[in-house]
C-alpha cells in the first residue's frame, strides 16, 4: 500500500492482487474531486492534532473512556485549557460524550482518529520507538 492509497481505497479494502501474479496492481486514480475532498479531510484531522494539548487528551482517550477529572490528573492540563480543548475535539466530530450524574465522560468517536493516533503511539511512546 502506499501513501496515495488512503485517498483512494475506502478504509480497510485490501489491494487488488493480479491474477496469477500475487502482486499488487496500483490503485486507479480517484477522480480529482474525490482526491481533493479526502486530501481536506486528512488535513482538517491532522490540522486539529497539531495542537499539543489536544494530541494529549486523544492519547489518553484512545486508552479508553474517562472523565474530566481523570483527563486533567493524566494529562497535568489544567480545567480552563482542558475545557476548551474538549470542545474543540468534540466540535470536530473526534469525541463523544456521555453523562452519569455529574460527571462527564469522553470516548474517542472517529475511527480515523484512533487508528491515527495508534500510529503516532507506535512511532513516538513505544518502547521500541527510534529515538528523536
Known sequence: MNAFDLFTRPAGAAA????????????ACAPA????????????????????????????LAEGEQCVTDLARATGIQQ????????????EGLVATRREGKFVF????????????SVLHRLFCSPSAPPS
Open 80 to 91: 480552563p485549557t482542558l475545557s476548551q480543548q474538549l470542545g474543540v475535539l468534540r466540535e
Open 16 to 27: 487488488p492482487a493480479s491474477a496469477g501474479t500475487g502482486t499488487a496492481e496500483p490503485a
Open 33 to 60: 474531486a474525490g482526491l481533493q475532498a479526502a486530501a481536506s479531510q486528512a488535513a482538517g484531522l491532522l490540522r486539529t492534532l497539531a495542537n499539543p494539548e489536544r494530541l494529549m487528551l486523544m492519547c489518553a
Open 106 to 117: 469522553y470516548r474517542v468517536c472517529s475511527p480515523a482518529a484512533l487508528e491515527l493516533m
